[in-house]
């Protein structure tokens, strides 16, 4: 079946704009995960949701981060006014249930340049 | 606190060598899921195991297999007779009961086999 996808693979922006990043979870999978990629912060944790409710937003780092879900599906992670330490990959992930009893399968992710 | 460490950097072996990945983990949970992800150079996390903190039985899978020990809070992954389509970045990950959905991974482990 269909794996996760995201959209756009590649994002290059200026500093200051705003970018809206696009994660499709695998059909069924009822938590969605969004995390980050860099070089000198490994692979952090931003947020995860249980249906449309994101139960740990721990992970954003600032309020210029936000994210959504829909309908239990789609999610959309926005960042305002886009820095440059904001370049990064931002990997998505979704799983069967709850966190941990079920692995969580990995998008191919989006990078991100800002300039 | 949680934390994984993968202590090795960087691996490089020859073909058909065997070759050990270590992964020791800290959490004060009881109950905790334990995981192995490999990023091939394409980049996309792929999922290899998850282990329970109540399932100390190792595991083969082929040519992998994994070693899970409580008393020494290491979860750690061999590979046997590695070959060149075994360069990755690997990933060990761990998930508490306390940190809800989010995975926390190791700096990661570059193995690089030659042929």
């Known amino acids: 079946g269909a794996g996760v996808s995201q959209s756009p693979s590649n994002k290059v922006t200026e500093k200051g704009k705003d970018v809206e990043l696009r994660c499709d979870p695998i059909s069924g999978h009822t938590a969605l995960y969004w995390y980050r990629q860099s070089l000198g912060q490994g692979l952090e944790f931003l947020i995860y949701f249980q249906g449309n409710s994101a139960p740990d937003k721990s992970g954003l780092p600032s309020d210029r981060f936000s994210a959504e879900r829909t309908g239990g599906s789609v999610s959309t992670l926005t960042i305002q006014r886009t820095q440059q330490e904001d370049s990064a990959v931002y990997l998505c992930?979704?799983?069967?249930?709850?966190?941990?009893?079920?692995?969580?399968?990995f998008g191919p992710g989006t990078r991100l340049t800002v300039t | 606190a949680q934390k994984v460490t993968q202590a090795q950097t960087e691996i490089s072996v020859v073909e058909k060598e065997d070759v050990t990945l270590d992964c020791v983990y800290e959490t004060r949970d009881t109950t905790y899921y334990l995981f192995w992800y490999k990023q091939p150079p394409s980049g996309e996390l792929v999922f290899l195991i998850r282990?329970?903190?109540?399932?100390?039985q190792n595991e083969i899978s082929g040519r992998y297999s994994w070693n899970f020990q409580k008393s020494t809070s290491s979860f750690n992954f061999t590979i046997t007779a590695s070959q060149v389509v075994d360069s990755a970045v690997y990933f060990c990950?761990?998930?508490?009961?306390?940190?809800?959905?989010?995975?926390?991974f190791g700096q990661g482990t570059t193995l690089q086999v030659k042929p």
């Open positions: 282990r329970n903190s109540f399932d100390e």
């Open positions: 990950a761990l998930i508490t009961g306390s940190n809800t959905g989010k995975l926390i």
């Open positions: 992930a979704s799983s069967l249930g709850v966190p941990g009893a079920y692995e969580q399968y």
